[in-house]
Protein backbone atom coordinates (compact mmCIF):
# COMPACT_ATOMS: atom_id res chain seq x y z
CA UNK A 1 0.00 0.00 0.00
CA UNK A 2 1.43 3.26 -0.85
CA UNK A 3 1.34 6.64 1.61
CA UNK A 4 -1.39 8.16 -0.60
CA UNK A 5 -3.61 4.77 -0.22
CA UNK A 6 -2.17 4.82 3.29
CA UNK A 7 -3.93 8.62 3.70
CA UNK A 8 -7.44 7.55 2.10
CA UNK A 9 -7.36 4.39 4.20
CA UNK A 10 -7.39 6.93 7.07
CA UNK A 11 -9.71 9.53 6.10
CA UNK A 12 -12.61 6.60 5.48
CA UNK A 13 -11.84 5.88 8.79
CA UNK A 14 -12.45 9.00 9.92
CA UNK A 15 -15.57 9.23 8.02
CA UNK A 16 -17.36 5.60 7.67
CA UNK A 17 -16.20 5.48 12.00
CA UNK A 18 -14.65 2.23 10.42
CA UNK A 19 -11.14 1.23 12.71
CA UNK A 20 -8.51 -0.47 11.03
CA UNK A 21 -5.59 -2.05 11.66
CA UNK A 22 -2.12 0.14 12.68
CA UNK A 23 -0.68 1.02 9.73
CA UNK A 24 2.63 -0.29 11.47
CA UNK A 25 1.65 -3.62 11.44
CA UNK A 26 1.11 -4.20 7.56
CA UNK A 27 3.67 -2.36 6.61
CA UNK A 28 7.02 -3.89 6.96
CA UNK A 29 8.92 -0.02 6.64
CA UNK A 30 6.52 2.89 7.71
CA UNK A 31 8.99 5.68 8.91
CA UNK A 32 8.37 8.49 11.06
CA UNK A 33 9.08 10.98 8.13
CA UNK A 34 6.78 8.80 5.51
CA UNK A 35 3.77 8.58 8.50
CA UNK A 36 4.26 12.36 8.23
CA UNK A 37 4.10 12.49 4.86
CA UNK A 38 0.75 10.51 5.16
CA UNK A 39 -0.70 13.33 7.59
CA UNK A 40 -0.19 16.11 4.67
CA UNK A 41 -1.93 14.03 2.36
CA UNK A 42 -4.65 13.36 4.74
CA UNK A 43 -5.39 17.51 5.00
CA UNK A 44 -4.88 17.78 1.72
CA UNK A 45 -7.60 15.36 0.98
CA UNK A 46 -9.81 17.55 3.54
CA UNK A 47 -9.20 20.43 2.15
CA UNK A 48 -10.26 19.16 -1.06
CA UNK A 49 -13.20 17.97 0.63
CA UNK A 50 -14.32 21.17 1.45
CA UNK A 51 -12.74 21.39 5.38
CA UNK A 52 -10.90 24.77 6.02
CA UNK A 53 -7.50 24.65 8.54
CA UNK A 54 -8.01 26.40 11.45
CA UNK A 55 -5.14 25.70 13.85
CA UNK A 56 -2.57 22.93 15.13
CA UNK A 57 -2.26 20.47 18.04
CA UNK A 58 0.57 19.28 19.98
CA UNK A 59 1.65 15.68 21.17
CA UNK A 60 4.07 14.14 23.12
CA UNK A 61 4.38 16.99 25.30
CA UNK A 62 4.34 15.23 28.44
CA UNK A 63 8.36 14.02 29.79
CA UNK A 64 6.83 10.47 30.59
CA UNK A 65 4.77 9.91 27.10
CA UNK A 66 8.37 11.12 25.58
CA UNK A 67 10.51 8.62 27.50
CA UNK A 68 7.54 5.54 26.60
CA UNK A 69 8.29 6.01 22.93
CA UNK A 70 12.18 7.20 23.07
CA UNK A 71 11.16 10.53 21.05
CA UNK A 72 12.53 13.79 23.12
CA UNK A 73 10.38 16.23 21.19
CA UNK A 74 6.93 16.91 21.00
CA UNK A 75 4.96 15.58 17.74
CA UNK A 76 2.30 18.32 15.78
CA UNK A 77 -1.22 17.30 14.03
CA UNK A 78 -3.71 19.93 12.52
CA UNK A 79 -7.28 21.17 13.79
CA UNK A 80 -9.65 21.67 11.03
CA UNK A 81 -12.78 24.44 11.86
CA UNK A 82 -15.14 21.40 11.67
CA UNK A 83 -13.66 20.10 14.85
CA UNK A 84 -14.29 23.18 16.91
CA UNK A 85 -17.28 22.04 19.33
CA UNK A 86 -19.49 25.12 20.88
CA UNK A 87 -19.21 25.64 24.78
CA UNK A 88 -21.55 23.59 26.39
CA UNK A 89 -22.54 21.98 23.19
CA UNK A 90 -23.10 18.50 22.29
CA UNK A 91 -20.33 15.67 21.03
CA UNK A 92 -21.84 13.52 18.66
CA UNK A 93 -21.01 9.98 19.09
CA UNK A 94 -22.09 8.69 15.75
CA UNK A 95 -19.09 10.74 13.83
CA UNK A 96 -16.56 8.99 16.42
CA UNK A 97 -15.13 5.43 17.58
CA UNK A 98 -13.64 5.30 21.30
CA UNK A 99 -13.86 9.27 21.77
CA UNK A 100 -11.48 10.67 24.36
CA UNK A 101 -11.28 14.03 26.26
CA UNK A 102 -8.13 15.72 27.87
CA UNK A 103 -7.66 19.09 29.02
CA UNK A 104 -5.49 21.74 27.23
CA UNK A 105 -4.33 25.20 27.28
CA UNK A 106 -5.14 26.90 23.69
CA UNK A 107 -2.99 29.94 22.29
CA UNK A 108 -3.88 32.79 20.03
CA UNK A 109 -0.89 34.84 18.28
CA UNK A 110 -1.57 38.39 17.04
CA UNK A 111 1.21 37.99 14.69
CA UNK A 112 2.67 35.05 12.70
CA UNK A 113 5.72 33.29 14.49
CA UNK A 114 7.74 32.04 11.68
CA UNK A 115 11.40 29.36 12.97
CA UNK A 116 13.85 28.36 12.57
CA UNK A 117 15.20 30.30 16.02
CA UNK A 118 12.20 30.55 17.50
CA UNK A 119 12.43 31.32 21.01
CA UNK A 120 10.24 31.66 24.18
CA UNK A 121 10.68 35.17 24.58
CA UNK A 122 9.42 35.67 20.89
CA UNK A 123 6.34 33.32 21.97
CA UNK A 124 5.62 35.19 24.49
CA UNK A 125 5.66 38.91 22.42
CA UNK A 126 3.27 37.68 19.61
CA UNK A 127 0.49 36.18 22.47
CA UNK A 128 -2.90 37.61 21.35
CA UNK A 129 -4.40 35.02 23.95
CA UNK A 130 -4.29 31.83 26.26
CA UNK A 131 -7.40 30.13 26.92
CA UNK A 132 -8.50 27.06 28.99
CA UNK A 133 -9.36 24.58 26.25
CA UNK A 134 -9.97 20.14 26.01
CA UNK A 135 -9.10 18.44 22.82
CA UNK A 136 -11.41 15.33 21.87
CA UNK A 137 -9.02 12.82 20.32
CA UNK A 138 -10.19 9.72 18.71
CA UNK A 139 -7.44 7.24 17.11
CA UNK A 140 -8.72 5.69 13.54
CA UNK A 141 -7.25 2.39 15.18
CA UNK A 142 -8.24 -0.52 16.89
CA UNK A 143 -8.61 -0.43 20.17
CA UNK A 144 -6.70 2.25 20.46
CA UNK A 145 -3.95 0.83 19.98
CA UNK A 146 -0.42 2.46 17.74
CA UNK A 147 2.94 3.36 17.43
CA UNK A 148 4.49 6.28 16.73
CA UNK A 149 4.60 6.47 13.86
CA UNK A 150 0.52 5.82 13.30
CA UNK A 151 -0.56 8.12 15.83
CA UNK A 152 1.31 10.73 12.99
CA UNK A 153 -0.35 9.88 10.24
CA UNK A 154 -3.57 9.58 12.07
CA UNK A 155 -3.23 13.45 12.99
CA UNK A 156 -2.08 12.18 16.41
CA UNK A 157 -5.86 11.56 16.79
CA UNK A 158 -7.26 14.59 16.82
CA UNK A 159 -11.26 14.84 16.52
CA UNK A 160 -12.31 17.72 18.33
CA UNK A 161 -11.72 20.81 20.55
CA UNK A 162 -13.32 23.43 22.65
CA UNK A 163 -11.75 26.73 23.53
CA UNK A 164 -13.35 28.66 26.56
CA UNK A 165 -13.83 32.36 26.41
CA UNK A 166 -11.63 33.72 29.48
CA UNK A 167 -8.08 34.99 27.99
CA UNK A 168 -5.65 34.02 30.62
CA UNK A 169 -2.89 36.23 29.23
CA UNK A 170 -3.03 38.51 32.36
CA UNK A 171 -2.44 36.07 34.28
CA UNK A 172 0.86 33.91 32.41
CA UNK A 173 2.96 34.31 35.41
CA UNK A 174 0.56 31.66 37.27
CA UNK A 175 -0.37 30.01 34.44
CA UNK A 176 1.67 27.15 35.03
CA UNK A 177 0.76 25.96 38.32
CA UNK A 178 -3.17 26.81 37.87
CA UNK A 179 -5.33 23.78 39.11
CA UNK A 180 -7.24 21.80 36.85
CA UNK A 181 -10.75 18.88 37.50
CA UNK A 182 -11.62 16.61 35.06
CA UNK A 183 -15.18 15.70 35.71
CA UNK A 184 -17.06 12.85 34.14
CA UNK A 185 -20.58 12.38 35.39
CA UNK A 186 -20.05 15.05 38.62
CA UNK A 187 -16.75 12.72 39.71
CA UNK A 188 -13.22 14.05 39.35
CA UNK A 189 -11.55 11.74 37.39
CA UNK A 190 -8.20 13.70 36.73
CA UNK A 191 -6.57 16.43 38.04
CA UNK A 192 -3.62 18.66 37.01
CA UNK A 193 -1.70 21.74 35.77
CA UNK A 194 -0.45 23.18 32.70
CA UNK A 195 3.12 22.73 33.83
CA UNK A 196 2.64 19.11 32.83
CA UNK A 197 2.94 19.63 29.20
CA UNK A 198 6.80 20.67 28.83
CA UNK A 199 6.67 22.45 32.28
CA UNK A 200 5.34 25.31 29.88
CA UNK A 201 2.63 25.04 27.40
CA UNK A 202 4.18 27.87 25.31
CA UNK A 203 7.08 25.88 24.87
CA UNK A 204 4.29 23.61 22.95
CA UNK A 205 4.32 27.45 20.82
CA UNK A 206 7.98 27.26 20.24
CA UNK A 207 8.61 23.46 19.03
CA UNK A 208 5.97 23.89 16.79
CA UNK A 209 6.74 27.01 14.98
CA UNK A 210 10.77 26.06 14.19
CA UNK A 211 8.83 22.43 13.41
CA UNK A 212 7.05 24.51 10.96
CA UNK A 213 9.93 26.75 9.37
CA UNK A 214 11.27 22.84 8.38
CA UNK A 215 8.16 22.92 5.79
CA UNK A 216 9.00 26.77 5.08
CA UNK A 217 5.73 27.30 7.03
CA UNK A 218 4.38 29.58 9.90
CA UNK A 219 1.73 29.49 12.41
CA UNK A 220 -0.27 32.29 11.28
CA UNK A 221 -1.72 35.02 13.82
CA UNK A 222 -5.18 34.18 14.85
CA UNK A 223 -5.63 30.26 14.39
CA UNK A 224 -5.81 27.88 17.22
CA UNK A 225 -2.35 26.39 18.75
CA UNK A 226 -3.74 23.14 21.29
CA UNK A 227 -0.65 22.71 23.50
CA UNK A 228 -0.98 19.40 24.48
CA UNK A 229 -3.13 17.05 27.19
CA UNK A 230 -2.16 18.30 30.66
CA UNK A 231 -3.60 15.04 32.21
CA UNK A 232 -4.83 11.47 31.28
CA UNK A 233 -7.09 11.08 28.59
CA UNK A 234 -10.50 10.28 29.85
CA UNK A 235 -12.96 8.00 27.68
CA UNK A 236 -16.46 8.87 27.88
CA UNK A 237 -19.70 6.85 26.01
CA UNK A 238 -23.10 8.14 25.17
CA UNK A 239 -24.60 10.30 27.94
CA UNK A 240 -21.88 11.02 29.84
CA UNK A 241 -21.42 14.85 31.08
CA UNK A 242 -18.03 16.24 30.69
CA UNK A 243 -16.20 19.02 33.01
CA UNK A 244 -13.36 20.73 32.82
CA UNK A 245 -12.88 23.12 35.59
CA UNK A 246 -10.37 26.04 35.32
CA UNK A 247 -10.35 28.57 38.31
CA UNK A 248 -11.42 31.23 35.64
CA UNK A 249 -14.18 29.04 33.70
CA UNK A 250 -15.57 25.75 33.63
CA UNK A 251 -15.92 23.80 29.81
CA UNK A 252 -18.49 21.01 29.41
CA UNK A 253 -20.16 19.35 27.11
CA UNK A 254 -22.41 16.36 27.00
CA UNK A 255 -22.30 13.31 24.85
CA UNK A 256 -24.80 12.50 22.72
Known amino acids: ?14 LTQTPITQVSRNEKVFSLTDAKEVQAMGLQLALEAGEALCGYKMGLTSKAKQKDVNVFEPIQGYLLRSFEIPKAGVVKMNTRIHPRVE ?109 LAEESKSIPAGVVVLTGGITQSVSFEMGDRIEVEWPQEVLSFTAE
Open 1 to 14: MNKQEIAEMLRNAV
Open 103 to 211: PEVAVVLKKDLRGPGVTLRDVVNALEGIYPALEIVDSRYENFIFKLEDVVADNTSASGFMVGRVNLLAELNSLNLMGILVRKNGRIVETGAPAAVLGDPLLSVMYLANS
